[in-house]
């Protein structure tokens, strides 16, 4: 088991310099200019030059990268272009938001596709099963701004039931929960029900019908449990696009988290700040990836076993 976390380390190590490297390609590739936008349309070459070798801009690109690296060593995510701070403050003071509406999202979508694919695997074949496989599938393709629009429009706007957006309530935090939980909970479903009549056709399922436990005691405590696993994996990788992915829905919602601090510094090529959340939520994929690798062997004796 300590060789397998220390190979995940590693692992994990090399997977962060990779996503550092090829984020910095692609916004060294952006054609919008940081300086420019700093400076504004009427400066002069002048100031954007200035600007420019202010911020290091004019240093090619193997030296900005180089002296990136070296600061993310020391736990330096740069400075913010237009807010002149650090990021790594900007990004932690954002972070508590994030992660509660990560929480509360991971928790809906767990929620409704555990129940749906439970009800699904049991009625398998039937009309409930064909219904509950329909509604998933317009789950995961539904866009997240549409759905976010749609429920503030019933919800919020037509039936005044939630706040249309802000953050300190258990109130605010429903709508952009359901929206995250929705449009994962579909996935979630379809992998539970899979898994579920897997199980249903293992032979000591069978042996248990044949022992007479009830139907509730066979589903709860000798099926479920065996196939949540992948479950748990799924989580874990939520754990990551949840808070890479959050973008939309906290700029629709105003939710003060680090996707709306992303979607303002995109807006202002602000490379620091876009760099410093692109990290953090490969970070968060990494750490997601192992916790469900050291939380698997305790659920499943047989990876335990091997």
Known sequence: MAFLMLRRLVQAVL??????????????????????LIAGRSATPQTVAAIRHELGLD???????????????NGDLGRS??????VLPLIVARLPATLILMAAGILVEVALGLTFGVIAAVKRGGFVDRAVMMLSFVGVSSPQFVVAL?????????????????????????????????LGAGWYARMVRSAMIDVLNQDYVRTARAKGLSSRRILFRHALPNAILPIIAMIGIDIGQFMSGVVVVEAVYGWPGIGQLAWQAIQQVDVPIIMG???????AIVLGNLLADVVAPFIDPRIRAQ
């Open 277 to 283: 959340v692109t990290l953090v939520s490969a970070l």
């Open 81 to 86: 272009y237009t807010q002149k701070t650090a």
């Open 150 to 182: 749609l429920l503030l429009y019933v919800f919020a706007a037509t039936l005044g039931w939630f706040p249309m957006s802000g953050f300190g309530t258990v109130n605010h935090v429903v709508l952009p929960a359901v929206t995250l939980g929705v």
């Open 15 to 36: 997977i962060l310099l990779g996503v550092a490297a090829i984020t910095f390609l692609l916004l060294y590739a952006l054609p919008a200019d940081p300086a420019v």
């Open 59 to 73: 240093q090619p690109l193997v030296v900005q990268f180089l002296h990136y690296l070296g600061g993310l060593i």
